[in-house]
């Protein structure tokens, strides 16, 4: 069972946007930095944008940079990732993931820095 939640996935036309949220399963946790990736059917999984709990401060891959929009309500323990001019390119499942205060992720970018997985939402973006 997932550890976090995602929510908001759906099939939308090129150009659209969707906004797509995480939150913990059945607990609340802390952790230091959330990541969003997606994974397409026969690719790797890839990373698309994370942020630092602390402070917010995001990273974004370059594929989603001045699109995707990486953010964090701490009073709500939640975390959301607007997709704005999505691509037929974007159609993927998104996962959000997070940290561990036991390992701390310092390679944003890699999963293997992730403790905790949802077990995605997807989107799918029509041409």
């Known amino acids: 069972q997932a550890q976090l939640v995602e929510s908001g996935g759906g099939l939308v036309q090129a150009g659209a946007s969707l906004r797509v949220s995480c939150a913990p399963s059945g607990r609340t946790f802390s952790s230091y930095v959330m990541g969003w990736f997606r994974q397409a059917p026969g690719k790797e999984r890839e990373f698309v944008a994370a942020v630092k709990w602390i402070d917010g401060s995001t990273y974004y891959a370059d594929s989603v940079k001045g699109r995707f929009t990486i953010s964090r309500d701490a009073a709500k323990n939640t975390g959301t990732l607007q997709m704005n001019s999505l691509k037929p390119e974007d159609t993927a499942v998104y996962y959000c993931?997070?940290?561990?205060?036991?390992?701390?992720?310092?390679?944003?970018?890699?999963?293997?820095?992730?403790?905790?997985w949802g077990q995605g939402t997807q989107v799918t973006v029509s041409s």
């Open positions: 993931a997070t940290d561990s205060p036991h390992r701390i992720a310092y390679s944003y970018a890699s999963p293997d820095e992730y403790a905790y």
